[in-house]
């Protein structure tokens, strides 16, 4: 039996989240070309990390506040109407902050976000991973209707069933330093990163910096999981030198150190969908080249004839690797247009069979 996985390239921008119907609508568009030639195979769609953090200004009501030229600034916008709002939850949460500011509206934008996705997964019925925003954790039950569980603010994805019911919040575990060490983010925790049952097999989340983790790969793959998606939001130009090594540019990093490299010789680890955020919102220009990966390493020889299923699969689908890097199956055009990328493998099973 074949999978059907796709990467949603999504170009943000102040437009996108002038209104509850203009996200959800681009959403599900962009849903509905994910799951194009999927027909009867159970699939994935997978959307890039920070998708959801604007819906806060969104649920705000200040369409000024989206135009403004970085998120911070976005936020002081709101303060002149919002302050006695802010120090209420601030009162609540017991913590003054960025946490408080986030979740004066954390319900409201999470019913959005994950009503939104939920509606996708339902069209396409496809296992949905909703990207990622920054929120408390919140939660419904019938006495006190939709609410925040736990008031500590992550860096948050979801995964959501064909039937709309969440499967898991991944807190994202390593934060990039500045950008959101400083932006009132607490750390999840190694320990509680979720490996779900899905009919296209085990899957599990590792937010953008957590799939570079050797340690999250790790617990990951001894914890059964098959699937690993990774949603990502760049914000180096594609083509610049690497940081690290300037030798290098920082597309060649992505793909040469990234979760493909980190992919292979893995135990259970078997398909690797990296989706990127691109465009231009708040000052943030976040560029990637959206891929989807195979782990062909043939570290256990009983597996050799289902790694050969995979690279025979991909090279009939003319998505053989565009150069001689092992288990790149796919990968958008460009790092800067709105992109999917799609690829049919075998089912994770079925090559575990072969072991």
């Known amino acids: 039996m074949e999978i059907h996985l796709a990467a949603v390239q999504v170009a943000w921008s102040p437009a996108l989240y002038a209104s509850p119907q203009a996200f959800a609508e681009r959403m599900l568009s962009l849903g509905r070309a994910a799951a194009e030639g999927a027909g009867e195979r159970p699939r994935l769609i997978a959307y890039p990390e920070l998708i959801g953090l604007p819906l806060l200004l969104t649920v705000a009501g200040d369409t ?16 002149p109407r919002h302050a006695g709002r802010w ?27 994950y009503g939104t996705f939920a509606d996708v997964a339902r069209d396409t ?6 990207g990622s925003a920054f929120l ?37 575990v390593h934060l990039v330093p500045g950008s959101e060490r400083g932006a009132g983010l607490r750390l999840g ?10 009919k296209l097999g085990r899957l599990a989340v590792a937010v953008c910096l957590d799939g570079f983790h050797g340690r999250v790969l790790s617990t990951l793959d001894a914890r059964g999981a098959q699937l690993l998606v990774q949603p990502s939001a760049n914000m180096h130009p594609w083509e610049t030198p690497w940081v ?30 990296n989706p990127m955020l691109v465009g231009e919102a708040f000052g943030l220009r976040p560029r990637g080249r959206s891929s989807i990966f195979a782990n062909v390493a043939d570290a256990d020889a009983r597996a050799a004839e289902g790694q050969k299923a995979v690279a025979a699969l991909a090279q009939a689908a003319a998505v053989a690797p565009i150069d001689a890097r092992p288990g790149l199956l796919v990968l958008a055009p460009d790092a800067e247009h ?13 090559l575990a069979s072969a072991t």
């Open 189 to 198: 925790r190694l320990e509680d990163l979720e490996v779900v049952d899905t």
């Open 125 to 130: 019925n496809a296992v949905v991973v909703a």
């Open 64 to 79: 000024h506040a989206l135009a403004a030229p970085s998120f911070a600034a976005a936020l002081a916008r709101l303060a």
């Open 87 to 113: 120090l209420r939850t601030a009162w609540r949460a017991r913590s003054l902050g960025l946490g408080a500011i986030y979740g004066s509206y954390a319900v409201d934008a999470y019913r959005l976000w």
């Open 338 to 350: 709105e992109a999917v990328v799609r690829a049919h493998v075998p089912h994770p099973d079925g």
């Open 244 to 273: 690290p090594d300037p030798r290098r540019s920082e597309g060649d990093a992505w793909l040469g150190e990234g979760l493909r490299a980190r992919l292979q010789g893995r135990q259970s680890l078997r398909y690797g969908v």
């Open 136 to 172: 408390p954790d919140v939660d419904e039950e019938p006495s006190r209707g939709w609410h925040v569980r736990d008031w500590a603010v992550h860096n948050a994805a979801l995964t959501i069933a064909p039937q709309g019911h969440l499967l898991a919040r991944t807190a994202k």
